[in-house]
């Protein structure tokens, strides 16, 4: 059983108990001895791990243990730059006999993936235009299986079993609250930018079927998803007969939604609905994070500083807070 959760972790604490790999890899440290840099991780959240000054003789049974892996540690719980880390004493790879339940190590979306799936199918059969219809249904049916369990990050904000799904419909049931109040928007190009907008990450992420990636491939590298999403988008447009004005719209929505030239948007968005989409996108992460940071955090104190969040530490409050507002 496991005994420890990564998001109730204290500092100074000892413990031991098994943890899954979510990145692994062995540096040099400025000593010019070899250490292990490790992301490690349960159902709770994430944590990083060091294990300092790592002999040859280990190195060949740690090159043996990689992504997805169960792992037991001895170690010690820090702080470094506000920040918990933990300090590895002692590491070895699980096996059988230790009658592990994996759900207690699969961070997952708090939404089930094909209930998911399947509202987001029924928004996009709901679009009128038909070409772009065509675009966002052909996109999802044919990427169904991957969408069950892809995360939407390699790192950070829904790096988790369904997150790519889980970040869209929550994307899309927002951007449809805001097309009742700015009523100037086209529902049609909402709905179909919010699908599209991240699919290629499907191609540009590594991920095995419990949602954890290993890394970036070539093309994801080399362009990113808004270049592959781009040109993939392109590929659909012709086969849904879309018009040259519609399609460079919708590659724009695309390769605009990230806003800045440091974060591999070449250009700001020049439409409103592409403006929204860049908007919801935002949101949707940092909503993330903020509720990933806040969700074990005691009443009436504040969490160790948020990465993503600037460094920001946040603050739980006493009191309760209400949502009465039923998902639609």
Same mark, same amino acid.
């Given at each position: ?12 604490? +000892?413990?031991? #108990?098994?943890?899954?790999?979510? *990145?692994?890899? $062995? =540096?040099?440290?400025?000593? &010019? %001895? ?80 094909? +209930?998911?799936? #399947?509202?987001?199918?029924?928004? *996009?059969?709901? $679009? =009128?235009?038909?070409?772009? &219809? %065509? ?75 419990l949602g954890i ?93 948020v990465r993503t ?19 639609k």
């Open positions: 059983m496991k005994e420890y959760a990564v998001s109730s972790l204290q500092v100074d604490e +000892e413990l031991t #108990d098994f943890f899954m790999v979510k *990145a692994i890899g $062995i =540096k040099v440290g400025s000593n &010019r %001895k070899n250490y292990l840099d490790m992301t490690l991780g349960d159902s709770t959240g994430e944590i990083n791990g060091k294990k300092w000054d790592i002999s040859d003789e280990e190195i060949p049974s740690i090159n043996k243990i990689k992504e997805g892996d169960i792992i037991k540690i001895k170690a010690s719980v820090n702080e470094w730059n506000g920040i918990k880390q933990l300090r590895v004493t002692r590491i070895r790879k699980a096996g059988p006999q230790d009658d592990l339940y994996m759900p207690d190590y699969v961070k997952a979306a708090p939404e089930d993936p094909k +209930e998911m799936y #399947d509202y987001i199918l029924g928004r *996009a059969n709901a $679009i =009128k235009d038909e070409g772009l &219809r %065509k675009i966002a249904v052909s996109a999802l049916e044919e990427n169904h299986e991957r969408l069950l369990y892809y995360p939407g990050a390699m790192r950070n904000h829904h790096a988790e079993l369904g997150g790519l799904l889980y970040h869209i419909r929550r994307m899309l049931t927002m951007g449809l609250k805001a097309c009742q109040v700015y009523t100037g928007l086209d529902k049609d190009w909402v709905v179909c930018g919010v699908i599209m907008h991240d699919m290629e990450k499907l191609n540009e992420l590594k991920s095995n079927e990636s290993s890394g970036y491939s070539v093309k994801g590298n080399m362009l990113g998803h808004l270049v592959m999403g781009a040109i993939e988008l392109k590929e659909r447009a012709e086969k849904a007969g879309l018009s040259e004005e519609k399609t460079v719209m919708l590659q724009h929505m695309i390769i605009s939604h990230h806003y800045e030239p440091e974060f591999g948007s070449p250009i700001k968005p020049l439409f409103p609905e592409a403006e929204l989409l860049h908007y919801l996108d935002m949101l949707d992460a940092k909503m993330f994070d903020f509720e990933a940071a806040l969700e074990n955090a005691e009443p009436g104190t504040f969490t160790e500083r969040l600037d460094g920001r530490m946040l603050y739980s409050p006493t009191f309760e807070r209400l949502n009465t507002e039923e998902k």
